[in-house]
């Protein structure tokens, strides 16, 4: 089962998994958006809702492999982005993927086998600045990843994170921006977007079918391992992350992206 699959990462993993030989069960909020897919099963589903998340699994039973991808964007300064944005993408980005496990992985339990995926960003193992609240929902979920392979791989139940770098897909599209807008951080904003032209490098920016395809490998993987950087931009600051002391890291991508604020 894979949420968000109108879109983006969703949509090219249901079209991945499908030709590995998965029976795809293909959610998205609006099901009409779903209907070009040709996949196992489309069915129309609310992460945000624990009666439609209730209604998926009494409709599908136990799965193998559950993939969290729905999510969405929010961007601006720490100071000033609504609360009541936070709280909607908190409700999505973190309690969605909550309401998935706990609905579906009691199954995997009892059954002594089955497969997470949490599509987490790299965000989720860095914070930029004037992302910061999409930042925080993506470490929540990798903390909870963590705590939740500690859990389950007791019970022979697998847990994977995704931590795409920059990927094309809608995803901008449908994100709340706030970093536009005048104020003490104008600045910044502009700062930063040239900074991250740079971390980008000079190489054509992959699609989503290379998250989707990483799913593929990561599930069947002979040797397990928690977390998959996707892409150059992921690899490059992940391995910089884990590689030196906060700021170390952080002196060190002043430096390569010219950032002096």
Known sequence: MITGCSTGIGRATAVELTKRGYEV???????????????????????????????????????????????????????????????RLF?????????????????????????????????GVVGPPLA?????????LEGLSESLHLEVGHFGVRVVVIEPGAIVTSFPDNAIDH??????????????????????????????????????????AERYRLRWPVGAEADLVTGARESMTYDDFEASMREVLQVDW
């Open 25 to 87: 069960v293909a959610t998205a909020r609006r099901a009409e958006t779903l209907d070009d897919l040709d996949v196992a099963q489309r069915l129309a589903l609310d992460v945000d809702d624990d009666a439609s998340v209730a209604r998926v699994r009494d409709t599908v039973g136990a799965i193998d492999v559950l993939v969290n991808n729905a999510g969405f964007g929010l961007e601006g300064p720490v100071e000033t982005v609504p609360l009541s944005e936070v709280r």
């Open 91 to 123: 409700e999505t980005n973190f309690f969605g993927a909550v309401r998935m496990i706990q609905a579906f992985v009691p199954a995997m339990r009892e059954r002594g086998s089955g497969a997470v995926v949490n599509v987490s960003s790299v965000n």
């Open 132 to 140: 910061g609240y999409y930042a925080a929902s993506k470490f929540a």
């Open 179 to 220: 970093r536009p807008e005048p104020g003490p951080y104008a600045e910044l904003a502009t700062m930063w977007e040239g900074a991250l032209d740079k971390l980008g490098g000079d190489g054509e920016t992959p699609g989503p079918e290379l998250v989707a395809a990483t799913i593929g490998e990561a599930l069947e």
